[in-house]
Protein backbone atom coordinates (compact mmCIF):
# COMPACT_ATOMS: atom_id res chain seq x y z
CA UNK A 1 0.00 0.00 0.00
CA UNK A 2 0.95 3.58 -0.86
CA UNK A 3 2.67 5.60 2.26
CA UNK A 4 1.21 8.98 2.65
CA UNK A 5 1.98 9.84 6.14
CA UNK A 6 3.67 12.58 7.17
CA UNK A 7 4.78 14.00 10.52
CA UNK A 8 2.67 16.63 11.39
CA UNK A 9 0.34 19.44 10.19
CA UNK A 10 2.77 21.73 9.23
CA UNK A 11 4.60 19.19 6.89
CA UNK A 12 1.25 18.72 5.42
CA UNK A 13 -0.02 22.29 4.60
CA UNK A 14 3.84 23.16 3.60
CA UNK A 15 3.07 24.06 0.47
CA UNK A 16 -0.50 26.02 0.50
CA UNK A 17 0.46 29.23 -1.11
CA UNK A 18 -0.98 32.60 -1.11
CA UNK A 19 -4.37 33.08 -3.01
CA UNK A 20 -5.03 29.40 -3.00
CA UNK A 21 -8.79 27.48 -2.72
CA UNK A 22 -8.87 25.23 0.07
CA UNK A 23 -12.21 23.27 1.33
CA UNK A 24 -12.18 23.09 5.11
CA UNK A 25 -14.79 20.02 6.36
CA UNK A 26 -17.00 20.90 9.85
CA UNK A 27 -20.38 21.71 10.33
CA UNK A 28 -19.96 24.35 13.10
CA UNK A 29 -17.09 23.57 15.14
CA UNK A 30 -17.97 19.48 15.00
CA UNK A 31 -15.73 17.67 12.65
CA UNK A 32 -13.17 20.44 12.11
CA UNK A 33 -9.66 20.57 11.01
CA UNK A 34 -8.36 21.93 14.24
CA UNK A 35 -4.71 21.18 13.36
CA UNK A 36 -4.24 21.94 9.95
CA UNK A 37 -6.16 25.25 10.79
CA UNK A 38 -3.53 26.10 14.04
CA UNK A 39 -0.44 25.50 11.02
CA UNK A 40 -2.07 27.81 8.28
CA UNK A 41 -1.99 30.50 11.36
CA UNK A 42 1.82 29.34 11.64
CA UNK A 43 2.48 29.63 7.88
CA UNK A 44 1.32 33.22 7.96
CA UNK A 45 -0.46 32.35 4.54
CA UNK A 46 -2.79 34.89 3.13
CA UNK A 47 -5.33 35.51 0.70
CA UNK A 48 -6.71 32.54 1.07
CA UNK A 49 -10.62 31.80 -0.28
CA UNK A 50 -12.37 29.10 1.99
CA UNK A 51 -14.83 26.82 1.23
CA UNK A 52 -17.01 25.66 4.49
CA UNK A 53 -20.17 25.35 5.55
CA UNK A 54 -19.67 28.40 8.31
CA UNK A 55 -16.90 30.40 9.39
CA UNK A 56 -16.32 28.95 13.25
CA UNK A 57 -16.32 31.54 15.84
CA UNK A 58 -14.41 34.23 16.72
CA UNK A 59 -11.53 32.44 18.80
CA UNK A 60 -11.93 28.91 17.17
CA UNK A 61 -11.98 27.57 13.82
CA UNK A 62 -11.83 29.18 10.49
CA UNK A 63 -12.71 32.62 13.22
CA UNK A 64 -8.86 32.46 13.95
CA UNK A 65 -7.91 32.72 10.52
CA UNK A 66 -10.11 35.64 10.36
CA UNK A 67 -8.41 37.56 13.17
CA UNK A 68 -5.12 36.89 11.53
CA UNK A 69 -6.40 38.73 7.98
CA UNK A 70 -5.65 35.48 6.29
CA UNK A 71 -8.86 34.95 4.38
CA UNK A 72 -9.62 36.47 1.52
CA UNK A 73 -13.22 35.41 0.66
CA UNK A 74 -15.41 32.60 2.45
CA UNK A 75 -18.25 30.33 0.74
CA UNK A 76 -20.41 29.22 3.08
CA UNK A 77 -24.16 28.40 4.00
CA UNK A 78 -24.30 30.22 7.66
CA UNK A 79 -22.42 32.56 9.24
CA UNK A 80 -24.06 33.96 11.89
CA UNK A 81 -21.82 33.04 15.30
CA UNK A 82 -18.88 35.34 14.14
CA UNK A 83 -18.66 39.12 15.33
CA UNK A 84 -15.13 39.86 13.85
CA UNK A 85 -16.31 38.11 10.53
CA UNK A 86 -19.53 40.85 10.52
CA UNK A 87 -16.90 43.33 10.58
CA UNK A 88 -14.74 42.90 8.06
CA UNK A 89 -18.05 41.93 6.12
CA UNK A 90 -19.00 44.94 6.51
CA UNK A 91 -16.11 46.96 5.89
CA UNK A 92 -15.41 45.30 2.93
CA UNK A 93 -12.32 43.49 4.05
CA UNK A 94 -13.97 40.05 3.57
CA UNK A 95 -16.10 38.59 0.32
CA UNK A 96 -18.75 36.03 1.17
CA UNK A 97 -20.51 33.90 -0.95
CA UNK A 98 -23.76 32.39 0.39
CA UNK A 99 -25.20 29.29 -0.86
CA UNK A 100 -27.94 26.45 0.04
CA UNK A 101 -26.84 24.00 2.20
CA UNK A 102 -27.66 21.21 0.60
CA UNK A 103 -26.35 22.86 -3.03
CA UNK A 104 -23.04 23.58 -1.54
CA UNK A 105 -22.17 19.70 -0.63
CA UNK A 106 -24.18 18.85 -3.73
CA UNK A 107 -21.40 21.18 -5.46
CA UNK A 108 -18.53 19.85 -4.07
CA UNK A 109 -19.68 16.48 -4.50
CA UNK A 110 -19.80 17.18 -7.99
CA UNK A 111 -16.42 18.29 -7.97
CA UNK A 112 -15.21 15.41 -6.44
CA UNK A 113 -17.43 13.12 -9.02
CA UNK A 114 -16.02 14.69 -12.29
CA UNK A 115 -19.69 16.10 -13.16
CA UNK A 116 -19.51 19.57 -14.08
CA UNK A 117 -23.26 20.78 -13.33
CA UNK A 118 -26.85 19.60 -12.14
CA UNK A 119 -30.76 20.76 -11.29
CA UNK A 120 -31.40 21.51 -7.92
CA UNK A 121 -35.42 22.71 -6.67
CA UNK A 122 -33.24 25.05 -4.09
CA UNK A 123 -32.99 28.68 -4.68
CA UNK A 124 -35.92 28.46 -7.74
CA UNK A 125 -37.48 31.81 -7.32
CA UNK A 126 -35.32 33.57 -5.22
CA UNK A 127 -32.09 35.64 -5.19
CA UNK A 128 -29.57 32.49 -5.42
CA UNK A 129 -31.60 31.86 -9.00
CA UNK A 130 -30.14 35.55 -10.14
CA UNK A 131 -28.09 34.83 -13.09
CA UNK A 132 -28.23 30.64 -13.41
CA UNK A 133 -30.37 28.87 -16.41
CA UNK A 134 -32.91 27.00 -14.68
CA UNK A 135 -35.26 24.82 -17.21
CA UNK A 136 -38.26 22.68 -16.24
CA UNK A 137 -38.63 18.61 -15.74
CA UNK A 138 -41.29 16.87 -15.41
CA UNK A 139 -43.40 19.89 -14.79
CA UNK A 140 -41.12 21.59 -12.01
CA UNK A 141 -38.65 24.63 -12.04
CA UNK A 142 -34.75 23.66 -11.60
CA UNK A 143 -31.70 25.61 -11.30
CA UNK A 144 -28.14 24.94 -12.48
CA UNK A 145 -25.30 24.58 -10.14
CA UNK A 146 -22.01 23.62 -11.02
CA UNK A 147 -18.94 22.05 -9.16
CA UNK A 148 -16.90 23.20 -6.58
CA UNK A 149 -12.99 22.42 -6.54
CA UNK A 150 -10.21 22.68 -4.31
CA UNK A 151 -6.22 23.42 -4.47
CA UNK A 152 -6.14 21.88 -0.72
CA UNK A 153 -8.94 19.99 1.43
CA UNK A 154 -8.50 20.14 4.72
CA UNK A 155 -10.69 17.20 6.78
CA UNK A 156 -10.67 15.96 10.09
CA UNK A 157 -11.62 12.30 10.90
CA UNK A 158 -11.71 9.80 13.65
CA UNK A 159 -9.36 7.09 12.25
CA UNK A 160 -7.26 6.83 9.39
CA UNK A 161 -4.64 4.25 8.15
CA UNK A 162 -1.34 5.35 5.94
CA UNK A 163 -2.74 4.64 2.85
CA UNK A 164 -5.36 7.59 3.67
CA UNK A 165 -8.39 5.31 4.45
CA UNK A 166 -10.84 7.59 6.88
CA UNK A 167 -13.72 6.95 9.08
CA UNK A 168 -15.39 9.26 10.55
CA UNK A 169 -17.40 9.74 13.76
CA UNK A 170 -20.95 10.47 14.99
CA UNK A 171 -22.03 13.86 12.83
CA UNK A 172 -18.51 15.13 12.74
CA UNK A 173 -18.62 13.34 9.31
CA UNK A 174 -20.95 16.17 7.58
CA UNK A 175 -19.09 17.17 4.78
CA UNK A 176 -15.65 16.02 5.32
CA UNK A 177 -16.02 13.02 2.73
CA UNK A 178 -16.96 15.39 0.06
CA UNK A 179 -14.59 17.58 0.29
CA UNK A 180 -12.26 14.97 0.75
CA UNK A 181 -13.04 13.56 -2.97
CA UNK A 182 -12.48 17.65 -4.55
CA UNK A 183 -9.24 18.79 -3.43
CA UNK A 184 -6.91 18.65 -5.82
CA UNK A 185 -4.45 17.72 -2.93
CA UNK A 186 -6.62 16.13 0.51
CA UNK A 187 -4.86 16.43 3.60
CA UNK A 188 -6.42 13.99 6.27
CA UNK A 189 -5.90 14.78 9.91
CA UNK A 190 -7.43 11.79 11.94
CA UNK A 191 -7.31 11.11 15.65
CA UNK A 192 -5.83 8.12 15.23
CA UNK A 193 -3.36 6.89 12.62
CA UNK A 194 -3.07 3.19 12.14
CA UNK A 195 -0.83 1.13 9.85
CA UNK A 196 -2.70 -0.37 7.11
CA UNK A 197 -4.77 -3.23 7.72
CA UNK A 198 -6.24 -2.18 10.78
CA UNK A 199 -9.69 -0.70 9.66
CA UNK A 200 -12.42 -3.03 8.61
CA UNK A 201 -12.30 -2.16 4.50
CA UNK A 202 -16.79 -2.44 5.11
CA UNK A 203 -16.17 -0.08 7.23
CA UNK A 204 -14.02 2.84 5.47
CA UNK A 205 -16.27 6.01 4.73
CA UNK A 206 -13.45 7.47 2.63
CA UNK A 207 -11.02 5.19 0.52
CA UNK A 208 -8.02 6.14 0.91
CA UNK A 209 -7.62 7.14 -3.24
CA UNK A 210 -8.77 10.55 -2.36
CA UNK A 211 -6.38 11.51 -0.01
CA UNK A 212 -3.01 12.62 -0.93
CA UNK A 213 -0.72 13.56 3.13
CA UNK A 214 -2.41 12.25 6.42
CA UNK A 215 -1.53 12.54 10.28
CA UNK A 216 -2.20 11.92 13.38
CA UNK A 217 -3.56 15.46 15.07
CA UNK A 218 -2.77 16.30 18.46
CA UNK A 219 -4.58 18.31 21.59
CA UNK A 220 -8.29 18.29 19.94
CA UNK A 221 -9.82 20.48 21.41
CA UNK A 222 -13.37 20.01 19.92
CA UNK A 223 -15.16 22.64 20.99
CA UNK A 224 -18.95 22.86 21.71
CA UNK A 225 -21.26 25.63 20.27
CA UNK A 226 -24.28 25.01 22.06
CA UNK A 227 -23.39 22.69 25.02
CA UNK A 228 -27.04 21.41 25.61
CA UNK A 229 -28.08 18.66 28.54
CA UNK A 230 -31.10 17.26 29.83
CA UNK A 231 -33.04 19.05 32.67
CA UNK B 1 -52.90 33.60 22.03
CA UNK B 2 -50.28 31.05 21.83
CA UNK B 3 -46.21 31.12 23.30
CA UNK B 4 -43.72 29.53 21.55
CA UNK B 5 -44.91 25.98 24.04
CA UNK B 6 -48.29 26.68 22.64
CA UNK B 7 -47.48 26.60 18.75
CA UNK B 8 -44.79 23.84 19.42
CA UNK B 9 -48.02 21.51 21.51
CA UNK B 10 -50.31 22.48 18.51
CA UNK B 11 -47.50 21.57 15.84
CA UNK B 12 -47.39 18.82 17.34
CA UNK B 13 -50.58 17.61 16.77
CA UNK B 14 -49.72 17.57 12.95
CA UNK B 15 -47.15 14.42 13.93
CA UNK B 16 -47.97 11.34 12.40
CA UNK B 17 -47.13 7.30 13.28
CA UNK B 18 -44.39 6.85 11.34
CA UNK B 19 -43.17 10.01 9.72
CA UNK B 20 -39.56 11.30 8.97
CA UNK B 21 -39.43 15.14 10.08
CA UNK B 22 -37.00 17.71 10.06
CA UNK B 23 -37.39 20.44 13.24
CA UNK B 24 -35.88 23.97 12.16
CA UNK B 25 -34.37 26.22 14.96
CA UNK B 26 -36.40 27.95 17.56
CA UNK B 27 -39.73 26.70 18.30
CA UNK B 28 -39.96 24.08 15.58
CA UNK B 29 -37.00 22.39 17.94
CA UNK B 30 -39.22 22.48 20.78
CA UNK B 31 -42.05 20.22 18.93
CA UNK B 32 -40.01 16.82 19.75
CA UNK B 33 -40.99 17.68 23.66
CA UNK B 34 -44.64 17.51 22.74
CA UNK B 35 -45.12 14.72 20.13
CA UNK B 36 -47.01 11.44 21.99
CA UNK B 37 -45.03 9.12 23.43
CA UNK B 38 -46.69 5.96 21.21
CA UNK B 39 -45.95 6.94 17.88
CA UNK B 40 -42.88 5.98 16.19
CA UNK B 41 -41.07 9.03 13.93
CA UNK B 42 -37.71 9.72 13.22
CA UNK B 43 -35.90 13.16 13.47
CA UNK B 44 -33.32 14.13 10.89
CA UNK B 45 -31.04 16.68 11.60
CA UNK B 46 -29.78 17.68 8.17
CA UNK B 47 -25.72 17.42 9.35
CA UNK B 48 -25.79 13.89 8.97
CA UNK B 49 -28.10 11.96 11.48
CA UNK B 50 -31.50 10.36 11.24
CA UNK B 51 -32.84 9.31 15.04
CA UNK B 52 -31.91 12.55 17.12
CA UNK B 53 -32.65 11.57 20.59
CA UNK B 54 -32.93 13.46 23.82
CA UNK B 55 -30.37 16.16 24.95
CA UNK B 56 -27.57 14.64 26.82
CA UNK B 57 -26.80 14.46 30.58
CA UNK B 58 -23.95 15.73 31.79
CA UNK B 59 -21.67 12.56 31.62
CA UNK B 60 -22.28 11.72 28.19
CA UNK B 61 -22.02 14.57 26.42
CA UNK B 62 -19.93 13.85 23.24
CA UNK B 63 -18.41 16.46 20.92
CA UNK B 64 -18.91 14.65 18.20
CA UNK B 65 -22.67 14.79 18.19
CA UNK B 66 -24.13 17.83 17.49
CA UNK B 67 -27.91 18.75 16.12
CA UNK B 68 -28.23 21.47 13.15
CA UNK B 69 -28.32 23.95 15.65
CA UNK B 70 -25.04 23.18 17.02
CA UNK B 71 -26.57 21.58 20.61
CA UNK B 72 -25.01 18.68 21.62
CA UNK B 73 -27.68 15.61 21.67
CA UNK B 74 -27.75 11.95 21.97
CA UNK B 75 -29.18 9.30 19.43
CA UNK B 76 -32.12 6.89 19.33
CA UNK B 77 -31.39 3.23 18.96
CA UNK B 78 -31.30 2.66 15.61
CA UNK B 79 -29.73 5.57 14.74
CA UNK B 80 -27.95 6.30 11.38
CA UNK B 81 -25.51 8.69 10.17
CA UNK B 82 -24.23 10.17 6.74
CA UNK B 83 -22.54 12.96 5.07
CA UNK B 84 -23.88 16.53 4.17
CA UNK B 85 -24.31 15.34 0.42
CA UNK B 86 -26.44 12.12 1.28
CA UNK B 87 -28.58 14.32 4.28
CA UNK B 88 -29.58 16.48 1.13
CA UNK B 89 -30.24 13.46 -0.84
CA UNK B 90 -32.55 11.84 1.05
CA UNK B 91 -34.44 15.72 1.66
CA UNK B 92 -34.93 16.62 -1.83
CA UNK B 93 -35.74 13.02 -3.21
CA UNK B 94 -38.47 13.52 -1.06
CA UNK B 95 -38.26 11.03 1.47
CA UNK B 96 -38.58 12.98 4.89
CA UNK B 97 -42.02 13.12 5.27
CA UNK B 98 -42.34 16.94 7.33
CA UNK B 99 -40.49 19.83 6.97
CA UNK B 100 -41.47 22.57 10.51
CA UNK B 101 -39.66 25.65 10.50
CA UNK B 102 -39.86 29.18 11.61
CA UNK B 103 -40.51 31.57 9.08
CA UNK B 104 -40.14 36.13 9.11
CA UNK B 105 -43.26 36.33 6.36
CA UNK B 106 -45.69 33.69 4.37
CA UNK B 107 -47.33 35.09 1.14
CA UNK B 108 -51.21 33.66 0.78
CA UNK B 109 -49.71 31.68 -2.16
CA UNK B 110 -46.63 30.05 0.41
CA UNK B 111 -44.04 31.58 -0.79
CA UNK B 112 -41.81 32.06 2.60
CA UNK B 113 -39.42 34.35 3.47
CA UNK B 114 -37.21 33.61 6.89
CA UNK B 115 -33.34 34.35 5.85
CA UNK B 116 -32.76 37.58 5.03
CA UNK B 117 -33.55 41.16 6.14
CA UNK B 118 -32.26 44.29 3.71
CA UNK B 119 -29.67 46.40 6.06
CA UNK B 120 -29.18 43.79 8.69
CA UNK B 121 -26.15 41.13 8.80
CA UNK B 122 -26.85 38.23 6.29
CA UNK B 123 -26.06 34.66 8.68
CA UNK B 124 -27.02 32.96 5.61
CA UNK B 125 -29.92 30.28 4.37
CA UNK B 126 -28.09 27.07 6.22
CA UNK B 127 -30.67 24.15 4.37
CA UNK B 128 -33.80 26.52 4.90
CA UNK B 129 -34.04 27.01 0.94
CA UNK B 130 -33.16 23.08 0.11
CA UNK B 131 -35.92 21.98 3.06
CA UNK B 132 -38.84 24.40 1.67
CA UNK B 133 -38.23 23.75 -2.62
CA UNK B 134 -38.29 19.45 -1.47
CA UNK B 135 -40.54 18.58 1.22
CA UNK B 136 -43.42 17.26 0.70
CA UNK B 137 -45.32 19.14 3.62
CA UNK B 138 -44.33 22.34 4.61
CA UNK B 139 -45.48 23.68 8.34
CA UNK B 140 -44.38 27.12 9.38
CA UNK B 141 -44.41 28.06 12.98
CA UNK B 142 -44.69 32.07 13.15
CA UNK B 143 -45.60 34.89 14.89
CA UNK B 144 -48.37 36.21 13.51
CA UNK B 145 -47.70 39.83 13.37
CA UNK B 146 -44.44 41.74 14.24
CA UNK B 147 -44.10 43.36 17.66
CA UNK B 148 -44.83 46.68 15.86
CA UNK B 149 -48.31 44.90 15.07
CA UNK B 150 -47.85 44.61 11.00
CA UNK B 151 -49.45 41.25 9.78
CA UNK B 152 -46.77 38.60 8.66
CA UNK B 153 -49.14 36.60 6.46
CA UNK B 154 -49.14 38.68 3.41
CA UNK B 155 -50.64 38.78 -0.20
CA UNK B 156 -46.95 38.86 -1.14
CA UNK B 157 -43.90 38.64 0.86
CA UNK B 158 -41.70 42.29 1.38
CA UNK B 159 -38.65 40.40 2.26
CA UNK B 160 -36.17 38.10 0.12
CA UNK B 161 -38.02 34.90 -0.30
CA UNK B 162 -36.46 31.44 0.60
CA UNK B 163 -38.82 29.52 -1.32
CA UNK B 164 -41.97 29.73 -3.81
CA UNK B 165 -45.15 28.57 -3.16
CA UNK B 166 -44.01 25.49 -0.47
CA UNK B 167 -45.74 26.16 2.71
CA UNK B 168 -48.60 23.93 3.51
CA UNK B 169 -49.67 25.02 6.74
CA UNK B 170 -48.85 27.50 9.26
CA UNK B 171 -49.67 27.41 12.77
CA UNK B 172 -48.99 31.04 14.40
CA UNK B 173 -49.47 32.07 17.54
CA UNK B 174 -53.66 32.93 16.60
CA UNK B 175 -54.38 30.50 14.74
CA UNK B 176 -53.87 27.28 12.52
CA UNK B 177 -54.14 28.07 8.53
CA UNK B 178 -53.90 26.15 5.57
CA UNK B 179 -52.43 27.61 2.36
CA UNK B 180 -54.83 26.80 -0.56
CA UNK B 181 -53.40 25.93 -3.62
CA UNK B 182 -54.76 28.96 -6.00
CA UNK B 183 -53.93 31.31 -3.37
CA UNK B 184 -55.29 32.21 0.09
CA UNK B 185 -55.02 31.51 3.84
CA UNK B 186 -58.01 29.29 4.82
CA UNK B 187 -58.47 29.77 8.87
CA UNK B 188 -59.21 26.24 10.39
CA UNK B 189 -58.96 26.92 13.95
CA UNK B 190 -58.46 29.89 16.17
CA UNK B 191 -55.96 29.99 19.33
CA UNK B 192 -57.37 30.04 22.82
CA UNK B 193 -59.63 33.31 23.70
CA UNK B 194 -58.67 34.51 20.03
CA UNK B 195 -61.46 35.79 17.90
CA UNK B 196 -62.33 35.59 14.56
CA UNK B 197 -61.92 39.00 14.08
CA UNK B 198 -58.85 39.36 15.62
CA UNK B 199 -57.48 37.32 13.18
CA UNK B 200 -58.84 39.06 10.27
CA UNK B 201 -57.07 42.23 11.25
CA UNK B 202 -54.04 40.57 11.65
CA UNK B 203 -53.77 39.07 8.39
CA UNK B 204 -52.79 41.31 5.76
CA UNK B 205 -53.09 38.30 2.75
CA UNK B 206 -56.65 36.93 1.56
CA UNK B 207 -58.16 35.35 4.70
CA UNK B 208 -60.77 32.17 3.68
CA UNK B 209 -63.51 31.60 6.67
CA UNK B 210 -65.72 28.80 5.90
CA UNK B 211 -68.79 28.21 8.28
CA UNK B 212 -68.00 28.18 12.28
CA UNK B 213 -64.36 27.89 13.31
CA UNK B 214 -63.45 26.34 16.57
CA UNK B 215 -60.72 27.08 19.36
CA UNK B 216 -57.94 24.47 19.23
CA UNK B 217 -57.65 21.89 22.13
CA UNK B 218 -53.90 22.45 23.84
CA UNK B 219 -53.56 19.77 26.10
Redesign the interface.
Known amino acids: MINKGVKNADEAIRDIADNSVLMLGG?????IPENCIAAILRSGVKGLTCIS?NAGVDDFGIGLMLKTRQVKKMI?????ENAEF?RQ??SGELEVE?I???????R??AGGSGIPAFF?????????AEGKETREFEGNMYLMETWLKADFSLVKA?RGDTSGNLIY??????????MASAGRITIAEVEELVPVGELDPNAI?TPGIYVHRIFQGSNYE?????????K | MLDKIGIAKRIAQEVQDGMYINLGIGIPTLVANYIPKNMNVVLQ?????LGIG?????EN?????????????TMMPGSA?????E???M??SGKVDLTILGAMEVSEYG?IANWKVPGK???????????V??AKNIIVAMQHCSKEGASKLLKKCTL?????RCVKRIVSDLAVLDVLPHGGFRLLQRAPGVTVDEIKNATEGRLIIDGEIPEMVII
Request: charged share 20%.
Open positions: FGLCGNSSYVGELLLPQGTLAEIRTPAGVGTEVWRGTARNFNPMHKRIEQRTVR | SENGLPFPTEIDPDLINAGKQTILFNSASFAIRDMVKGMGGAMDLASPLTGL
